[in-house]
């Protein structure tokens, strides 16, 4: 089944929940926060924070995060969805919403009075990668969000390649196509390794 940003946001939702969340401090190093993604929709994920911890502190001054969510048994077995984007704050008016979702969250806010410690935050900007280990081979996606400018990263071999395929035996995805000249590189299945680039005897492999 072919998915779209949509499902991506919806995979880490519903199937993962809890992602480790990188925010940054006052001195400008990463601090990670276990949190559950509680909605999404087309337009970005939905959590909520309690206004008194350090993590909202650093939310509202850099208005950015970056996190990772994995789901699997085993390193073979696993799906990892990763995001960094803008986030801003909805408030405590949305509250409702997520509880209904994710109704374990009464157990922990268990009177109204206690909910009113928190307030929902919305990744509403931003661009994310799909890693699934669990086929073969590989199978990698990038999607963006909110309008965030898609950025072409990776492996790419340029018009510079003389059809040598040194690069091929170096590939542990074998996802090199040799069919034409320039080789091609199948971005859909590729490790980001690097063997290709460092083995290419005329430098026609560039990171971008």
Same mark, same amino acid.
């Given at each position: ?70 789901? +699997? #048994?085993?390193?073979?077995? !696993?799906?990892?969805?990763?995001? $960094? ?5 909805? *408030?405590? @008016? ?33 661009? +994310? #990668?799909?890693?699934?280990? !669990?086929?073969?081979?590989?199978? $990698? ?5 909110? *309008?965030? @400018? ?59």
């Amino acid at each position: 089944m072919d998915m779209n940003t949509k499902d991506y946001l919806a995979y880490l939702v519903n199937e993962i929940h809890t992602a480790v969340v990188a925010t940054v401090d006052d001195e400008g190093l990463p601090v990670t926060a276990a949190i559950d993604m509680m909605d999404s929709d087309g337009n970005g994920l939905y959590f909520l924070t309690a206004k008194g911890k350090g993590f909202y502190d650093r939310l509202k001054k850099r208005g950015f995060l970056a996190l990772t969510a994995i789901k +699997g #048994e085993t390193t073979m077995t !696993s799906v990892a969805v990763s995001i $960094r984007g803008k986030v801003r704050e909805l *408030g405590y @008016e949305a509250i409702s919403m997520l509880f209904e979702k994710n109704p374990y969250m009464r157990e922990i806010y268990p009177t109204e009075e206690s909910m009113h410690a928190l307030t929902v935050f919305h990744i509403y900007e931003g661009s +994310g #990668e799909w890693f699934d280990l !669990s086929k073969k081979p590989i199978e $990698r996606a990038s999607f963006t969000f909110g *309008g965030a @400018e898609r950025k072409t990263e990776g492996y790419f071999i340029t018009d510079a390649c003389i059809g040598c395929r040194s690069c091929v035996p170096v590939c542990p995805q074998q996802c090199i196509c040799v069919d034409s000249v320039p080789l091609v590189i199948d971005q859909a299945h590729c490790l980001h390794c690097g063997n290709c680039m460092e083995v290419c005897p005329v430098s026609a492999v560039e990171k971008r």
